[in-house]
């Protein structure tokens, strides 16, 4: 007998309730992704109020050399093309390191171009980029971490809001750490995204991300190995697609090595100096090794209790220490003990098997003992490591207070309620993070505040006195005070130089700037001892080279001051002052055409330098050249000459 064929509303009712599903369906997932960006906006908003308060600081430290003294980054737009073609601190007092961010630089010179001078731009920059990573960094964990939103939210919120983190946002320099984690975020996302779907325009993205992490700092290639890592502890991609993936990171990897060749001087020494890198002060490769896992003890140490902060911990405020230290010992027992338990939980894919292969892995290359680096501490270091800390948190609060129930939350209420006991913890560990990154960052409005803080915590560190001894001189920081206070001042800024070389008797630096100081003392003889000093210690120094020049053209002594001016800008040959100085001594010797000469190679390095300007007009105008002396003297007065 054949079967009745289902009328048209018999065929309708057969489907509602397929559709009646569908639209739950639909619903949850609405439910979800409103969650999901209701606790990303949330992480975005604390990362962003946390650090509201630096936008109108100054700048600091590192801003000097690479921003407000830079040359090329002075000029602006104009600068960028050449900022990719030279290396990071090309334009400040020396010509070569062996650094290759573009990406930050040329952000600092569009930053410049808008507002001259100005720190807020680049202040604002890093509040809005640190906040957008909180968001972005949510939702690359809610990727890869499925089993629930706790982990990532945790985590989130946790590294958004953890103290470490102060100098990198609050010093405007930093900015190439917030560049290279965003950018890495955003290569993982794609990756995620070209797993589940293999389309090759997100592979294509994802490397883009890869080699402009890589460009704005270095230390984004250690995701060369944290990328793997996270496909086969959070995906369900066979190991040969993982290798495939992870392959073809090899190309912006091949070709940041091969600008950062052809770019770098290749012949720079590999060797740093004490001030800069405490282990070179070790007698044997031993204690080397044993203090730089002391320091990987004391970067754990403020993971967990972040306090005392320090800007610089120098020679000699972490001395070295041999193997049989107990200090040394405590590190190295509580690193192997993390790399072993990471080991022994890898099979099973546990979250805090990755999270410490995580902290491992980006660690590595600011450690000293993989390969040894330009310094031997920073907090501003820790800021893609301490990630790892936050999420083994993470994780590890889930497994001890997890709701099954919270994968079925579908708003913020219900996601709380049920996570109650998590969330009053983290609440509690948030509020004391939060407390101390408002005190601390406070302490980053200016150098003054940040140098006169920290050489109280930091007693023993030959560069927190230099540093401070040397904003004191400074004559920005004289000008504004009377006679007899501007004395006092140079007493106190030569007290601190004197201390700076008490702790590290062969630090040229500070003999330098105790030369510096005397010469405004006009005490010319202990002028003239600091910076001999300063020579015998470091005598390929363009600027100390420069000032001994200064001091003989006090004297009278023009040949002595040419010849001091010639070193200078032969060991560097872009030296603004060098030039200008070279420039007036020949123009006193009324040698102008060579006076002439050195002074338009002047202005070519550093077109905003007045004061060379200003000798120009003066040497054309002893040349009888009135027209070239109005317009080099016009030319000084644009740019504020009086």
Same mark, same amino acid.
């Given at each position: 007998?054949?079967?009745?064929?289902?009328?048209?509303?018999?065929?309708?009712?057969?489907?509602?309730? /397929?559709?009646?599903?569908?639209?739950?369906?639909?619903?949850?997932?609405?439910?979800?992704?409103? /969650?999901?960006?209701?606790? !990303?906006?949330?992480?975005?908003?604390?990362?962003?109020?946390?650090?509201?308060?630096?936008?109108?600081?100054? +700048?600091?430290?590192?801003?000097?050399?690479?921003?407000?003294?830079?040359?090329?980054?002075?000029?602006?737009?104009?600068?960028?093309?050449?900022?990719?073609?030279?290396?990071?601190?090309?334009?400040?007092?020396?010509?070569?390191?062996?650094?290759?961010?573009?990406?930050?630089?040329?952000?600092?010179?569009?930053?410049?171009?808008?507002?001259?001078?100005?720190?807020?731009?680049?202040?604002?920059?890093?509040?809005l980029l640190y906040a957008a990573t909180g968001l972005l960094l949510f939702f690359t964990l809610s990727k890869y971490i499925k089993q629930n939103l706790v982990i990532p939210f945790v985590a989130s919120l946790l590294f958004i809001a953890h103290p470490i983190h102060t100098e990198?946002?609050?010093?405007?320099?930093?900015?190439?750490?917030?560049?290279?984690?965003?950018?890495?975020?955003?290569?993982?996302?794609?990756?995620?995204?070209?797993?589940?779907? @293999?389309?090759?325009?997100?592979?294509?993205?994802?490397?883009?991300?890869?080699?402009?992490? /890589?460009?704005?700092? @270095?230390?984004?290639?250690?995701?060369?190995?944290?990328?793997?890592?996270?496909?086969?502890?959070?995906?369900?991609?066979?190991?040969?697609?993982?290798?495939?993936?992870?392959?073809?990171?090899?190309?912006?990897?091949?070709?940041?090595?091969?600008?950062?060749? *052809?770019?770098?001087?290749? !012949?720079?020494?590999?060797?740093?100096?004490?001030?800069?890198?405490?282990?070179?002060?070790?007698?044997?490769?031993?204690?080397?090794?044993?203090?730089?896992?002391?320091?990987? $003890?004391?970067?754990?140490?403020?993971?967990?209790?972040?306090?005392?902060?320090?800007?610089?911990?120098?020679?000699?405020?972490?001395?070295?220490?041999?193997?049989?230290?107990?200090?040394?010992?405590?590190?190295?027992?509580?690193?192997?003990?993390?790399?072993?338990?990471?080991?022994?939980?890898?099979?099973?894919?546990?979250?805090?098997? +990755?999270?410490?292969?995580?902290?491992?892995?980006?660690?590595?290359?600011?450690?000293?003992?993989?390969?040894?680096? $330009?310094?031997?501490?920073? @907090?501003?270091?820790?800021?893609?490591?301490?990630?790892?800390?936050?999420?083994?948190?993470?994780?590890?609060?889930?497994?001890?207070?997890?709701?099954?129930?919270?994968?079925?939350?579908?708003?913020?209420?219900?996601?709380?309620?049920?996570?109650?006991?998590?969330?009053?913890?983290?609440?509690?560990?948030?509020?004391?993070?939060?407390?101390?990154?408002?005190?601390?960052?406070?302490?980053?409005?200016?150098?003054?505040?940040?140098?006169?803080?920290?050489?109280?915590?930091?007693?023993?560190?030959?560069?927190?006195?230099?540093?401070?001894?040397?904003?004191?001189?400074?004559?920005?920081?004289?000008?504004?005070?009377?006679?007899?206070?501007?004395?006092?001042? /140079?007493?106190?800024?030569?007290?601190?130089?004197?201390?700076?070389?008490?702790?590290?008797?062969?630090?040229?630096?500070?003999?330098?700037?105790?030369?510096?100081?005397?010469?405004?003392?006009?005490?010319?003889?202990?002028?003239?001892?600091?910076?001999?000093?300063?020579?015998?210690?470091?005598?390929?120094?363009?600027?100390?080279?420069?000032?001994?020049?200064?001091?003989?053209?006090?004297?009278?002594?023009?040949?002595?001051?040419?010849?001091?001016?010639?070193?200078?800008?032969?060991?560097?040959?872009?030296?603004?002052?060098?030039?200008? *100085?070279?420039?007036?001594?020949? $123009?006193?010797?009324?040698?102008?055409?060579?006076?002439?000469?050195?002074?338009?190679?002047?202005?070519?390095?550093?077109?905003?330098?007045?004061?060379?300007?200003?000798?120009?007009?003066?040497?054309?105008?002893?040349?009888?050249?009135?027209?070239?002396?109005?317009?080099?003297?016009?030319?000084?007065?644009?740019? $504020?000459?009086?």
């Amino acid at each position: 007998m054949q079967k009745k064929k289902p009328t048209r509303k018999e065929k309708v009712d057969l489907q509602k309730p /397929l559709v009646e599903v569908k639209q739950a369906q639909q619903k949850v997932l609405q439910s979800q992704s409103k /969650l999901k960006w209701m606790l !990303g906006i949330f992480v975005a908003a604390a990362g962003f109020l946390l650090y509201v308060n630096t936008i109108h600081f100054d +700048f600091t430290l590192d801003d000097y050399s690479v921003i407000k003294e830079n040359r090329l980054t002075r000029q602006g737009w104009q600068a960028i093309p050449q900022i990719f073609k030279t290396p990071y601190r090309y334009g400040y007092y020396f010509t070569q390191d062996e650094l290759y961010r573009p990406i930050p630089k040329a952000i600092f010179a569009a930053a410049w171009a808008i507002a001259p001078d100005s720190a807020t731009p680049g202040h604002l920059i890093n509040v809005l980029l640190y906040a957008a990573t909180g968001l972005l960094l949510f939702f690359t964990l809610s990727k890869y971490i499925k089993q629930n939103l706790v982990i990532p939210f945790v985590a989130s919120l946790l590294f958004i809001a953890h103290p470490i983190h102060t100098e990198v946002v609050s010093s405007i320099k930093s900015v190439d750490e917030i560049l290279s984690l965003f950018f890495v975020l955003l290569t993982m996302n794609f990756i995620h995204s070209y797993l589940q779907k @293999e389309k090759p325009i997100h592979i294509i993205l994802a490397l883009v991300c890869f080699l402009l992490s /890589l460009l704005s700092k @270095e230390s984004g290639i250690t995701f060369f190995a944290v990328v793997p890592l996270a496909i086969y502890f959070f995906t369900d991609a066979p190991a040969k697609k993982n290798i495939r993936v992870t392959a073809m990171m090899l190309i912006p990897v091949a070709i940041f090595l091969l600008l950062r060749h *052809n770019i770098l001087d290749q !012949g720079l020494k590999t060797t740093f100096a004490v001030a800069d890198n405490l282990l070179m002060a070790a007698h044997n490769g031993a204690d080397r090794f044993a203090t730089a896992v002391l320091i990987c $003890g004391i970067y754990l140490k403020l993971l967990f209790f972040p306090h005392p902060l320090i800007f610089d911990r120098s020679f000699n405020q972490i001395p070295i220490v041999t193997l049989s230290d107990w200090k040394f010992i405590v590190s190295l027992l509580a690193y192997i003990a993390m790399f072993a338990f990471a080991l022994f939980r890898f099979k099973k894919k546990d979250g805090l098997s +990755f999270s410490i292969l995580y902290y491992l892995v980006t660690i590595s290359i600011f450690s000293n003992i993989v390969l040894i680096i $330009g310094t031997s501490f920073g @907090e501003r270091l820790m800021y893609l490591p301490s990630l790892g800390f936050c999420l083994a948190i993470a994780f590890l609060a889930s497994k001890i207070f997890f709701n099954p129930d919270e994968n079925k939350s579908y708003n913020v209420k219900d996601f709380v309620l049920k996570n109650v006991k998590i969330f009053s913890i983290v609440g509690i560990v948030f509020i004391l993070y939060a407390f101390k990154t408002e005190t601390r960052n406070v302490v980053w409005k200016d150098n003054y505040t940040l140098f006169s803080n920290d050489v109280k915590l930091a007693p023993n560190s030959t560069r927190t006195h230099y540093y401070f001894g040397n904003l004191l001189a400074k004559p920005e920081n004289l000008g504004r005070k009377d006679s007899l206070v501007q004395q006092l001042t /140079l007493d106190t800024a030569i007290a601190e130089l004197k201390k700076s070389v008490e702790i590290h008797p062969v630090f040229a630096d500070p003999y330098n700037q105790l030369g510096v100081s005397y010469y405004r003392k006009k005490n010319i003889d202990e002028a003239f001892t600091y910076y001999s000093k300063a020579l015998q210690y470091n005598p390929t120094n363009a600027t100390y080279h420069s000032n001994m020049g200064t001091l003989y053209f006090e004297k009278g002594d023009m040949p002595g001051a040419l010849n001091a001016f010639k070193k200078a800008v032969e060991l560097d040959p872009n030296y603004t002052e060098g030039l200008a *100085n070279l420039g007036s001594v020949y $123009g006193m010797m009324k040698d102008y055409d060579n006076a002439i000469k050195y002074l338009l190679q002047c202005i070519k390095t550093s077109p905003d330098y007045k004061q060379a300007y200003y000798f120009l007009s003066i040497t054309y105008g002893f040349k009888g050249d009135k027209q070239n002396a109005d317009f080099y003297m016009n030319k000084y007065k644009s740019l $504020g000459g009086n």
